[in-house]
């Protein structure tokens, strides 16, 4: 079982940044292409951008890109996720994924593995 702990959530002001950690396996995080989701009440849960395993390969969904900046480190089995300019529309609780193979895709049915979340909360 392949545990991944979100961390760095919170309550924001719109405009400040935020810096969310994704914590995996320390032997075999760099097998894992990850992603990272968001999910607001009563919406589905949304694709916000990935890496591959190597840290190459970056992709955004375009609602964030310009301001959400991914990356890892595989040397601290650690992902994150920089959110600049916060909007109130990204309150929402953040979930970081995983899956084996060395490309992240947009789909959440394509990750095995899943953190338990951390709550983003952007109100003045």
């Known amino acids: 079982q392949v545990q991944l702990v979100e961390s760095g959530g919170g309550l924001a002001q719109p405009g400040n940044s935020l810096k969310l950690s994704c914590q995996g396996p320390?032997?075999?995080?760099?097998?894992?292409?990850m992603g990272w989701f968001r999910q607001a009440p009563g919406k589905e849960r949304y694709f916000v951008g990935g890496i591959n395993r190597s840290g190459g390969g970056i992709t955004y969904a375009d609602a964030v890109k310009g301001r959400f900046t991914i990356s890892r480190d595989n040397a601290k089995n650690t992902m994150y996720l920089q959110i600049d300019n916060l909007r109130p529309e990204d309150t929402a609780t953040y979930y970081c994924?995983?899956?084996?193979?060395?490309?992240?895709?947009?789909?959440?049915?394509?990750?095995?593995?899943w953190g338990q979340g951390t709550q983003v909360t952007v109100s003045s």
């Open positions: 320390v032997r075999s995080f760099y097998t894992y292409s």
């Open positions: 994924a995983a899956r084996l193979g060395g490309l992240h895709t947009g789909a959440a049915s394509d990750y095995r593995y």
